[in-house]
């Protein structure tokens, strides 16, 4: 059971970036999948979420912060999770790491930062500004 994340490097504010997380091991559509950042100096923080297949109700939820920039989904044939980043800022830059952890109550409007689960191990965003 593993998770690789990858697609991190340096851009200028205002591009965009791309993060996978490829899931090996199990079957990602069947579990709720969380992006978190890290910023130099600050606490671990949820990023976005995305609910697994069967959960009803909204699929995804995202910190204020990167709401209306930042976007995830799954490719169920990939077995993979992307975060697609645009319009990004000096405030973005941080090691994001896609983890799975148990259950689903931590994916909601709050995005709370789990310590169980199956973690990537990180990759490194830097916005330069």
């Known amino acids: 059971v593993q998770l690789q994340a990858s697609g991190g490097g340096l851009v200028q504010a205002g591009g965009s970036l791309r993060l996978s997380c490829a899931a090996s091991g199990f079957t990602l559509e069947y579990y709720t999948i969380g992006w978190f950042r890290q910023a130099p100096g600050k606490e671990r923080e949820g990023v976005a979420c995305f609910l697994s297949k069967h959960t009803r109700g909204a699929n995804s939820y995202y910190v204020d912060s990167v709401k209306g920039r930042f976007t995830i989904s799954r490719d169920d044939a990939e077995n993979t999770a992307y975060l697609q980043m645009n319009n990004l800022s000096s405030e973005d830059t941080a090691v994001y790491y896609c983890?799975?952890?148990?259950?689903?109550?931590?994916?909601?409007?709050?995005?709370?930062?789990?310590?169980?689960?199956?973690w990537g191990q990180g990759t490194l965003v830097t916005v330069s500004s």
């Open positions: 983890a799975v952890p148990y259950g689903n109550s931590w994916c909601d409007e709050s995005i709370t930062v789990a310590e169980d689960g199956t």
